[in-house]
């Protein structure tokens, strides 16, 4: 049982263009959500996050959007850059609870020039 | 600061034999996570400690699987009995205690776990 899932599998976007990340989740104790991005070969990295208190968080080119009613993220990418191609991993976890993060199977971008 | 560092790289055992892969975390953290990674089952949590002791073992298969953290600069996963199917990339992670779950996760390379 997938508690977070993501969509698309895989995404190929042109450069200059948003791109749409999107993750749900089943559990609603989930209260912190990051996302990681692993570039090939590499191991992953914290990109951004988002708690439960917020419905959105920007870093940049980079924005979360958090719909709590319905258990929805998505992560957009302005003006995508082909150093941004990579696998993009939505995970939960829960402040009070164990320390784990639960990842979803990720979304493996690619931005052609 | 030299970052998460795990050896070896890359490790094949036969089927049957054991492997022990190493982790030491950034100086300070005290919180260490293990996670296996596969191609088809993704990234999932394997087990972790805080301050050495363990305190979540949720996602370790019991049977082989066994981790230690003897001291505050290493820990180790050991699986006995490998077989096939824990081929994978194990991946060690390490956090500073304050912050608690929303502790940013620093992973190291990660161990390449072949079995024939």
């Known amino acids: 049982q997938q508690q977070v899932r993501q969509s698309p599998q895989s995404l190929t976007v042109w450069e200059g263009e948003t791109t749409i990340l999107n993750c749900s989740y089943e559990?609603?104790?989930?209260?912190?959500f990051p996302w990681y991005r692993q570039f090939p070969g590499k191991s992953p990295a914290l990109l951004i996050a988002?708690?439960?208190?917020?419905n959105k968080k920007e870093d940049g080119r980079f924005t979360i959007f958090f719909n709590k009613r319905e258990k929805k993220l998505s992560l957009h990418i302005t003006d995508s850059q082909p150093g941004d191609s990579a696998t993009y991993f939505c995970a939960a976890s829960l402040s009070s609870g164990s320390w784990q993060l639960i990842f979803g199977s990720g979304t493996q971008l690619t931005v052609m020039p | 600061n030299a970052g998460v560092i795990q050896t070896p790289r890359h490790k094949v055992t036969g089927k049957g034999q054991e492997a022990t892969l190493w982790c030491e975390p950034i100086s300070g953290h005290s919180a260490v996570f293990w996670y296996r990674q596969t191609i088809v089952q993704g990234l999932e949590f394997l087990t972790y400690?805080?301050?050495?002791?363990?305190?979540?073992d949720s996602g370790m298969p019991k049977e082989r699987f066994s981790a230690q953290m003897p001291n505050q600069s290493h820990s180790t996963l050991k699986i006995q009995s490998t077989q096939p199917q824990d081929s994978a990339v194990y991946l060690c992670?390490?956090?500073?205690?304050?912050?608690?779950?929303?502790?940013?996760?620093?992973f190291g390379p990660g161990t390449r776990l072949t079995v024939l």
């Open positions: 559990d609603s104790t989930f209260d912190y």
């Open positions: 988002i708690s439960l208190v917020s």
């Open positions: 992670a390490s956090s500073r205690g304050t912050g608690g779950a929303r502790a940013e996760q620093f």
């Open positions: 400690f805080r301050n050495q002791a363990p305190i979540d």
